[in-house]
């Protein structure tokens, strides 16, 4: 099974940067996944990782080392529209379909 | 192109009774996810279906249950129904649920049972 890690709730300045860490446990890792969720909506893809290193798009950008069972979201020039619930996701070898979701963190921007 | 659809949207049920959720998958996705999310437990993975068989599945009591039809679409059901299954049940369409695929979900459907 997975033991997935995320710090509960991060507050953050529009304009600033957060970075959202996610610790993962797997007996077999086969993928990481973040969403964004929304109050009162379902989640939506952010990023994908299955290979160690940084993958970036736009202000979004994710990390991940195999190695350490590590992976950090990274937010920049923070926007108001990013207050919202993010979700660090695992998947196992063989398990296509199910993926194991942390509690999620909920990010806070403040003027 | 059309998101995942779910019916219905809300839905308010008594203990005891059984009560049967649908998503319809993005058009060409294959393979439907249910989870249930919940405010103490999170998104929870129920199961998994591709190609009308089940694939895999999460660590619910037998009272969940779910199918896929040749169209790709999934209904779930759950019978005697108790306080605790209060929660958001959402349905994931992707590709074929390997390599990249990401998994697109549903608006879900708000399940509460009284």
């Known amino acids: 099974g997975q033991n997935i890690d995320q710090p509960t709730e991060m507050t953050a300045t529009e304009g600033a940067i957060v970075q959202i860490n996610c610790t993962y446990q797997?007996?077999?890792?086969?993928?990481l996944f973040w969403y964004q969720q929304h109050a009162g909506e379902a989640p939506t893809f952010l990023s994908y990782?299955?290979?160690?290193g940084l993958e970036e798009k736009g202000r979004f950008s994710s990390f991940l080392s195999r190695s350490k069972g590590y992976s950090y979201l990274l937010l920049k020039e923070l926007q108001m529209k990013d207050s919202a619930s993010y979700l660090c996701?695992?998947?196992?070898?063989?398990?296509?379909?199910?993926?194991?979701f942390g509690a999620g963190t909920q990010v806070v921007v403040t003027p | 192109k059309a998101g995942v659809t779910q019916t219905p949207r809300y839905l308010i049920k008594t203990r005891g009774q059984q009560v049967t959720l649908s998503c319809s998958p993005i058009?060409?996705?294959?393979?439907v996810s249910w989870y249930q999310q919940t405010p103490g437990q999170g998104l929870q993975f129920l199961f998994e279906?591709?190609?009308?068989?089940?694939?895999n599945k999460g660590n619910f009591p037998g009272r969940f249950s779910g199918r896929q039809f040749s169209n790709s679409r999934s209904e779930m059901n759950v019978s005697t129904l108790e306080l605790g299954d209060s929660a958001l049940y959402l349905c994931?369409?992707?590709?074929?649920?390997?390599?990249?695929?990401?998994?697109?979900f549903g608006p879900g459907t708000r399940l509460t049972v009284l």
């Open positions: 990782n299955v290979l160690d």
């Open positions: 279906y591709f190609s009308e068989t089940q694939r």
């Open positions: 058009s060409g996705h294959r393979s």
């Open positions: 996701a695992v998947r196992d070898r063989n398990s296509w379909g199910k993926l194991q």
């Open positions: 797997t007996s077999g890792f086969n993928g």
């Open positions: 994931a369409s992707s590709l074929v649920a390997g390599g990249r695929d990401e998994q697109f």
